[in-house]
């Protein structure tokens, strides 16, 4: 049988509980039909019994004559003898049997039914013991139906166990499936495979050497991006030196060529410095080792360095909530962080606009808001404004890694960062920036950072 559905669990349960309540049900049927003929055995073996001991004991007891007792359950009891032509001795007259059956069961016609009649023939009379067979088939079919019960009772218990069996077996595959779901680019780490059924040891162990592929094809592309912007740099100081001293030289008529020239130069600069942050903040590399850091503290001095630009296109930029909030970071990562965030709100915000940040600590983290007044982000381009050089507003100038940065550095301390269209009555972006508080526990920062 073919189960349509994509849950190997669903798919077993559904298998397993069927296949136990068929071999649940055969075994119902067989039992009903033993039950069946061993009460028919149980009423003749009663027949018979009851024909002896009228023989030995009762037949006194038996009336000449009598209508029954009117209860159709009841057994019939005819007894002849050789000098009468009718029942001598019976319980129901309207009942006659055949005398000039043997010894035996024999099934026979009287009082328009069906009887199932026991004949005992001694020497001087014949006893007649039967019952009605309906009566019996009734009777039978009762009690067959009582070996029936624990079947009904047994058939949904076997589904619940099934489905408990079959949920404690898969647990160790969700674990296993949200630990895979945890890998990305950012953590790279090998799938546990203690504890594993050996089934899925070889799949865990492949999974592992893909990761294991992956991560040292990341770290040659990390490698190679920071040797190249290494290698960039030193040629470009020197061209910018170069072109420094040149300045003097320059004809005027040359002058704006001259400065276009320079301000690519500088682009140039830029892009090399952002693409060296990147490879070290994608390789966990820090030159100083994290320390306790105060961000009301960051965030006003990063406020600071950029007022000159907000000043410069009359952008409002100020801090409404400054809560104290540490964490265990360096500062230039979180100088970089904060600074590409404001820097991407000034950048993006039309001239008169505001800037509003916020520093808030809750729930065990550390929450750096930067709410503005510019145009916002698509929302369809919103998942994608993390990735390496996208951009959506390509009339501004930019290389489209900033948020690159942003993000690896905030996932190097745990941390997550997110950006979304305002919904608070005004067009803007807000950037949340939210990184684990440092413990008042007294660990040590280094320590708690590894
Ligand atoms: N505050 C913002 N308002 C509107 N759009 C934004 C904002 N911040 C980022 N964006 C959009 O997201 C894109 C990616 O931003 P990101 O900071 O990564 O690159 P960039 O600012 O273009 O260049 P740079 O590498 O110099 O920062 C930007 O091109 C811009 O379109
Ligand atoms: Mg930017």
Redesign the pocket.
């Known amino acids: 049988m073919r189960i349509k559905t994509r849950s190997l669990s669903t798919q077993l349960i559904v298998s397993l509980g069927l296949l136990l309540s068929i071999f649940g049900i055969m075994q119902g049927v067989s039992s009903y039909r033993l039950a069946l003929v061993g009460v028919d055995a149980l009423l003749d073996d009663r027949l018979s019994t009851v024909a002896a001991r009228i023989r030995d004991v009762y037949e006194a007891a038996i009336p000449h004559r009598s209508n029954g007792s009117g209860n159709a359950d009841d057994i019939v009891v005819v007894v002849w003898t050789a000098e009468h032509k009718s029942p001598a001795r019976t319980t129901d007259s309207a009942v006659v049997f055949d005398r000039n059956s043997p010894t035996g069961f024999s099934q026979q016609f009287a009082a328009h039914e069906a009887w199932r009649v026991y004949t005992l023939v001694t020497y001087d009379e014949v006893i007649q013991v039967g019952q009605r067979i309906s009566v019996r088939v009734r009777m039978a079919q009762d009690s067959a139906a009582r070996a029936l019960m624990p079947i009904y009772v047994l058939i949904p218990a076997v589904w619940i166990a099934v489905y408990i069996c079959v949920r404690r077996a898969f647990r160790v595959l969700d674990r296993l499936g949200r630990r895979a779901q945890a890998i990305d680019s950012a953590h790279l780490v090998a799938l546990p495979d203690e504890g594993l059924p050996v089934e899925l040891l070889p799949f865990v162990s492949s999974i592992n050497r893909m990761i294991q592929r992956l991560d040292e094809s990341m770290r040659l592309e990390r490698d190679f991006i920071s040797d190249a912007a290494h290698e960039l740099r030193t040629p470009l100081t020197a061209l910018k030196l170069q072109a420094d001293n040149l300045q003097g030289d320059i004809a005027p008529q040359n002058r704006e060529r001259f400065q276009a020239l320079r301000r690519g130069i500088e682009r140039t600069s830029?892009l090399v410095e952002?693409l060296l942050q990147l490879a070290r903040a994608d390789a966990q590399m820090t030159s100083t080792p994290p320390a306790a850091l105060e961000l009301t503290a960051l965030v006003a001095s990063v406020v600071s360095e950029l007022l000159p630009i907000a000043n410069q296109k009359r952008i409002d930029i100020g801090a409404s909530e400054l809560t104290p909030a540490r964490i265990c970071a360096t500062e230039p990562d979180l100088h970089a962080v904060v600074k590409?965030?404001v820097?991407?709100?000034l950048?993006?915000?039309p001239a008169g606009g505001s800037i509003d940040l916020r520093v808030l600590a809750a729930d065990g983290y550390a929450r750096i808001e930067i709410a503005?007044t510019?145009?916002?982000?698509p929302e369809d381009?919103l998942p994608r404004?993390?990735d390496r050089f996208?951009?959506?507003?390509?009339g501004?100038?930019?290389?489209?890694?900033?948020?690159?940065?942003?993000r690896a550095i905030v996932t190097r301390y745990s941390g997550r960062v997110t950006?979304e269209n305002r919904h608070d009555g005004v067009t803007?972006?807000r950037?949340v920036v939210e990184i684990p508080l440092l413990a008042e526990d007294g660990v040590r920062c280094a320590e708690a950072t590894g």
């Open positions: 830029t952002q590409n965030l820097g991407n709100a950048r993006y915000t503005d510019g145009p916002g982000i381009a404004v993390f996208y951009r959506v507003n390509h501004v100038e930019g290389s489209g890694l900033g948020l690159a940065i942003v950006l803007g972006l950037a």
